[in-house]
């Protein structure tokens, strides 16, 4: 039968080994241990109060580490019942989330594996907000049509963060974005993903109406921050940056690329899917009012 507990000293070194599992459920489960080693007494004893372990008889088989947030919507940090104790069953997980609070909203972000966004809607979890992950793979000779009309100049550091900055704001100003500052992009300049070469501008008429950038994320590049200045969507320059940028990702040594998109951007989708990428890894915010559902 189950059994769900609380965290203390005497059963963390049981914990341990299933934090150390964490990623079997959910590649985007968060390391326990990797805050909890760096904080004083007292901070420790808080973070313990956030962990609920459930034991098969006497084995414990999993955990659930959650944070409150506005008194009525909880964040789970990460969840895991070892594979073999539940026999695929959603039971473990329904004790696990029945020992949060009830009239409260439940997130979780989650990357799909198949398995675990079946076992969640079985719970009572729906899918809500999500990031689709795109991948490609460049081949040995990239073909690149010019556009007459158009024109690309590579950003120059220390002298082009300004037009960066005001392209940027105007490319994304719906998009419910806080503003970018010149302070954010300095910082983003000295970050280790930075690629120098890697940022791009595009022009229509002198004009600038577009921008897009490609950053390393352990060894592979990843497009950001692409994007076109409304006015002048629709009229198929998206796709001239966008293989503008592949083409210069591969002049530049590198053969794979990845790409994250909002689920709900059909068009940025479309536009992505047209030139050969295809859905790698599927992220999502899953969703529990907790209270509708009798465990």
Known sequence: MYKCIKLIKKNLKYFRELNSKRTLFNSLNKDFFQVYDNCNFIQK???????????????????????????????????????GYNNMSSLPYKYLINTIKENCIIRYLCENNDYNFKLLKSVGFEKKEGTLILYKEL????????????EFEMLQKGKDEGKRCEIQNKIFQEDNRVPLTLED????????????????????????IGYGQFIIENGIPVIVNFGI?????????????????????HSNGFNKIIIKVKNSNYIALNLYKSVGFEVKKEQYYLELRHGDNDF
């Open 185 to 208: 992009i300095f910082f983003d300049e000295v970050q280790d993903y930075y690629f120098e070469k890697g940022a791009v501008f595009l022009k229509k008429n002198n004009e600038y």
């Open 45 to 83: 004893m808080i973070l313990r109060n956030k962990v609920k372990l459930i034991k098969n008889n006497v084995k414990y088989i999993g955990y659930i580490w959650t944070d409150i947030y506005n008194k009525n919507i909880c964040y789970i940090n990460a969840m895991n019942v070892l594979y």
């Open 139 to 150: 081949p040995e000779n990239m073909h690149f049509i010019l556009n007459r009309e158009l």
């Open 229 to 249: 200045i409304k006015e002048f969507r629709g009229k198929g320059y998206s796709k001239f940056l966008l293989m503008y940028i592949l083409k210069l990702i």
